[in-house]
């Protein structure tokens, strides 16, 4: 919402400055989801997140075996088990159950932490970049492409340009 305020903020201020600042005006537009995903910190970032959702899988397909197990044992030997022994294996059951759910909410809520905390990073990064570019080409404006814009010509769009640039300067 706010940057929707801002882009229409922005597009004002821009209709509205005299026509002599207007030819002066130099706008330009970055897709920034395409920028991060496609930069080289991007498809970093997304292999170490699939390092991590590997792992996690891992561990829940064994402990789905292991419930899997159990409750196919518990089904089995419901008929045989008194009804202490049947209650016991009923409450192992449901504990174990418990303990995956609250390990699959932990897994997931783990790899979302980790994947803003490397979005945040390649945008805190790439945001100079951005800032760099638009002072040394001369830019009044840079704007992040969303949907808001209801237009925006393909001749302003900086994201392949600001990529190489950010590319580039992580090389170094």
Do not use: P
Not at 113 to 125: S, V
């Amino acid at each position: 919402m706010k940057k929707q305020i801002l882009t229409a903020i922005m597009a004002v201020i821009i209709a509205a400055g005299s026509t002599a600042y207007a030819a002066e005006s130099k706008v330009g537009y970055i897709d920034m989801q395409r920028a991060i995903s496609t930069s080289e910190a991007g498809k970093d970032a997304r292999d170490q997140l699939a390092v991590r959702v590997k792992k996690f899988q891992g561990e829940i397909n064994v402990k789905q075996n292991e419930l899997k197990r159990l409750k196919e044992e518990l089904e089995k030997q419901g008929i045989l088990l008194s009804e202490s022994a049947k209650a016991a294996k009923e409450k192992d059951y449901q504990t174990k159950l418990k303990d995956f759910q609250r390990f699959a909410k932990d897994a997931q809520e783990e790899l979302q932490a980790k994947y803003e905390e490397l979005n945040r990073k390649i945008l805190g990064d790439m945001e100079k970049v951005i800032r760099d570019y638009g002072k040394k080409k001369g830019y009044t404006f840079i704007f992040i492409r969303n949907e808001s814009m209801l237009y925006a010509d393909e001749k302003a769009d900086l994201t392949d340009d600001i990529l190489k640039q950010y590319n580039s300067g992580r090389k170094k």
